[in-house]
């Protein structure tokens, strides 16, 4: 394989700068030639393609965001948006792709491979951990550390008042980024798509905290359920307690990526390269127990999440 081309596609997730570097690379490094492809499917269709060199991605490892962009592409979904995305990769000689994303991005690749046989490999670039077949995707270690540093900080000023905070994270289907920085933020109460959530139980969870001498409360909502401020609201209709809302935001997005994401970055990245370069396509890495996965694109995305109830139910015997 002589060329090969590098898109990021969807929502942005830290990180993806990081995987970046390390498709360049790992390509230069087997005698590729690497071509970035700017804003995703939209600009493989719209042909905004350029070339990737040892020092394009020098000083990027570090950065949040995607130094390619990403863009939504409906046109994708169509036949003329296919066979157009195909013709740039033939006007440029290009052989294989590695797309940067999440499912639908993936459901993408998928189509370039099986219908139009170019070999494309898929790396998980999304902050919401919701693909089942890898443990963690690119990007999700990074948001729960920004969350879990926004609710330290409310939980110093819920203290001093002695409130609630209602703190809304993202996750529209899959309750991973809630869960996990509910834990290790120490929250008393996390609401999740994945469990049905009773409002009296709640308070009563509230209720029994504070008889024990507690002076503030964090529950940490999944945007999929509801926004932080409908659930306060509620929340402050049944109660006497000064209730506030945090809606996190975007904010989960950015930022420079932690040194988990960094690493699975430079496996992804690599095993991508690698993959190519034995000829393989229709594959998406991930990680699993600790190792480096690969594979079939489309069973990867089919594959139903499963939430982890076990750690959910560890938060409830450890809150109070």
């Known amino acids: 394989m002589k060329r090969i081309g590098l898109l990021t596609s969807g929502g942005d997730a830290p990180g993806m700068n990081a995987a970046i570097r390390a498709v360049v690379r790992s390509g230069l490094y087997f005698g590729m030639q690497v071509y970035g492809i700017e804003r995703g499917y939209a600009g ?24 390619l962009r990403t863009a939504r592409c409906l046109e994708m979904l169509t036949k003329e948006g296919q066979k157009q995305a195909v013709q740039t990769l033939e006007k440029h000689g290009i052989d294989g792709l590695v797309v940067i994303g999440g499912d639908g991005s993936f459901r993408g690749a998928k189509i370039l491979s099986d219908e139009y046989g ?85 308070i009563n969870r509230i209720n029994r905290s504070r008889a024990n001498g507690k002076h503030s409360n964090i529950i940490v909502v999944a945007e999929g359920v509801m926004g932080a401020d409908d659930f306060a609201r509620q929340l402050q209709e049944k109660t006497a307690y000064s209730v506030r809302p945090t809606c996190i935001g975007h904010v989960q997005r950015g930022g420079s990526p932690s040194m988990a994401d960094r690493m699975l970055a430079a496996q992804f990245g690599n095993k991508a390269v690698r993959l190519l370069n034995d000829g393989i396509g229709n594959r998406a890495v991930g990680i699993r127990d600790n190792k480096i996965i690969d594979m079939d694109i489309i069973e990867a995305v089919s594959m139903k999440k499963t939430f982890n109830l076990e ?10």
Do not use: W
């Not at 750690?311 to 109070?320: F, N, V």
């Open 311 to 320: 750690l959910y139910e560890t938060l409830q015997m450890i809150s109070m």
């Open 118 to 202: 170019v070999p494309t490999i898929g790396i998980p670039g999304t902050i919401d951990n919701d693909l089942e077949y890898t443990d963690y995707t690119l990007g999700f270690d990074t948001a729960v550390n920004t969350c879990l540093d926004i609710i330290n900080k409310l939980r110093d000023t819920m203290t001093s008042h002695e409130r609630v905070s209602v703190v809304e994270v993202m996750g529209r289907h899959c309750g991973d980024i809630a869960l996990f920085s509910g834990i290790a933020s120490g929250a008393e109460i996390i609401v999740v798509p994945e469990i049905k959530f009773d409002m009296d139980e709640i």
């Open 44 to 67: 493989l269709i719209e042909d905004k393609v350029m070339p990737l060199e040892m020092r394009s991605v020098s000083n990027i490892v570090q950065l949040g965001g995607t130094k």
